[in-house]
């Protein structure tokens, strides 16, 4: 049996919230918002500590990286071909090897000048055997 | 309507950019860095034949000194697959140790620490690593291939400034196997060692481009054989010691020889730095002549290398006739049919040389 409406029991219903509140509350948590800034997604990411730590913690990470993999070879000229006499000049230790040594030599006029200028200055040798 | 573009959102997405691309970078020098090195690590199964047994009754002495050795090519007139026959590998070995060239393969590092390994052998055989040495064991099967090239599958010729290998790393191994050959028990194991650096030297020898490669190639044999020698003779095998002696005994020939066709071409004496750094060539005719015929009979293509580059000084700084000859000689062997050959000579018309370049050439006789 459906039961009347209770008059009483009305008059007990709680009070209902002023109807500009919902809008006042809205503008004044927009005005917050504007004055912090307005923090969208980028500015959040732009303002996060963490985030700006991880970046350059990663930045230097690939930079170093890239150091010990930029040292891989060392940097320095590369071994060229040249005469093998200019690379037996190199006087190091694979020098020896491949230093076979000039068989015949022809000397130019201005060489044998030098030597016989040498002959003629140079006092003579004194021998052990002076019979 | 149009937006303004955000400041923070353009420098966000550049800080991620840079992240994206450096790590881009490093993952593609990674990869890099790994395909040059990792798949060379282990090469395809070969195999090495052991050699022939010889006997003393089929063994000649070559005679370097005879009239007819004069045609003979700078090669070992002895078979030395009598003492060590190449292996069958079909990778290239010159690909493995081109990543330890000095100061640009990609391994060059390692082959510095290899360097910083090695201390002095006993008796005469220089510096050495020891037998265990993880590279030395890297490098073992690298030396039972077949074949050795490095012109052009590794380097490019590039005139003078063709890039060559790091011959003292493989000089290093070289003694290093002959050392642990000679002072291991077993004499078969011990063999064994010096015919893989036996091996060494016939593959640098092989290409037939460098003339160092090919002293080099020289100097692995004769420690090799020498290591062959000394087991030979503690075991009492006298075959394989005569063998082992007369394999030495044609080495100071081809040095000799390879010496007198180096000299024959060599300017040093004729050419002449002046107080303002440049050069003076007083080279007389007959040089010139002795250099023309020398190429005449060349067989070898090794020389032909020292020819071009004599050939470039020469085109440069001759006299009007020297360097029209030169120049001839330099646009026949442009148009040979070896490419070597071809594209070096190629290279000396099309590039005489600096001064700096003829100081580098000529360092020694010429500051006086």
């Known amino acids: 049996m459906k039961q009347p409406p209770d008059s009483v029991s ?48 990663s930045v230097a990470v690939l930079l170093f990286g890239h150091m010990v993999i930029g040292t891989g070879a060392p940097s320095g000229p590369p071994d060229t071909l040249r005469p093998v006499m200019a690379a037996a000049g190199l006087r190091d230790e694979l020098a020896k090897v491949i230093d076979v040594e000039r068989v015949t030599i022809e000397l130019p006029a201005w060489e044998i000048r030098v030597s016989r200028d040498r002959v003629e200055t140079e006092p003579p040798t004194t021998n052990e055997d002076q019979s | 309507m149009k937006t303004a573009p955000n400041p923070v959102r353009t420098i966000i997405t550049a800080a991620v950019t840079i992240v994206l691309v450096l790590g881009g970078l490093l993952g593609a020098r990674l990869a890099v860095r790994w395909w040059q090195t990792s798949r060379l690590v282990v090469p395809p199964h070969h195999r090495v034949e052991t050699p022939r047994a010889s006997t003393a009754s089929e063994l000649e002495v070559p005679c370097w000194s005879c009239p007819s050795a004069k045609t003979w090519p700078v090669r070992f007139q002895t078979d030395l697959d009598l003492i060590a026959p190449l292996g069958d590998g079909t990778s290239n070995a010159a690909e493995f140790f081109a990543l330890f060239e000095k100061n640009r393969g990609p391994r060059a590092h390692d082959a510095e620490d290899l360097m910083s390994r090695r201390f002095e052998a006993e008796g005469d055989l220089g510096q050495i690593v020891a037998g265990d040495d993880e590279l030395l064991l890297e490098a073992e099967p690298w030396v039972d291939q077949a074949t050795m090239s490095f012109y052009p599958e590794v380097y490019r010729m590039e005139g003078a400034e063709t890039r060559i290998t790091n011959l003292l790393f493989m000089l290093t191994m070289a003694r290093s196997w002959t050392a642990r050959g000679v002072d291991v028990e077993d004499p078969d194991l011990g063999l064994e060692d010096c015919r893989r650096t036996i091996r060494l030297g016939r593959l640098l020898r092989q290409e037939d481009v460098v003339i160092i490669n090919d002293l080099v190639g020289l100097a692995c044999i004769h420690i090799g054989t020498r290591g062959v020698y000394r087991i030979a003779q503690r075991e009492g095998d006298t075959e394989l010691a005569l063998l082992a002696s007369i394999i030495l005994g044609e080495l100071a020939p081809q040095r000799m020889v390879t010496a007198t066709k180096i000299s024959a071409v060599d300017l040093a004496p004729y050419l002449r730095r002046e107080p303002s750094g440049t050069f003076r060539l007083d080279m007389p005719n007959r040089h010139l002549d002795a250099i023309m015929e020398m190429v005449e009979g060349l067989t070898e293509r090794r020389f032909f290398g020292e020819v071009i580059l004599t050939g470039s000084a020469i085109a440069q700084l001759g006299t009007p006739d020297q360097q029209r000859r030169v120049r001839g000689l330099l646009e026949e062997l442009a148009a040979d049919d070896d490419p070597i050959v071809a594209d070096f000579a190629q290279w000396a018309l099309d590039n005489p040389p600096t001064d700096e370049q003829l100081a580098e050439f000529y360092p020694h006789p010429m500051e006086r």
């Open chain 1, 10 to 57: 009305d008059g007990l219903a709680p009070p209902v919230p002023p109807s500009a509140l919902r809008d006042r509350t809205l503008q004044a948590a927009r005005a917050a918002m504007t004055e912090n800034g307005g923090d969208d997604i980028w500015s959040r990411l732009w303002k996060s500590r963490p985030i700006r730590l991880a970046w350059a913690a």
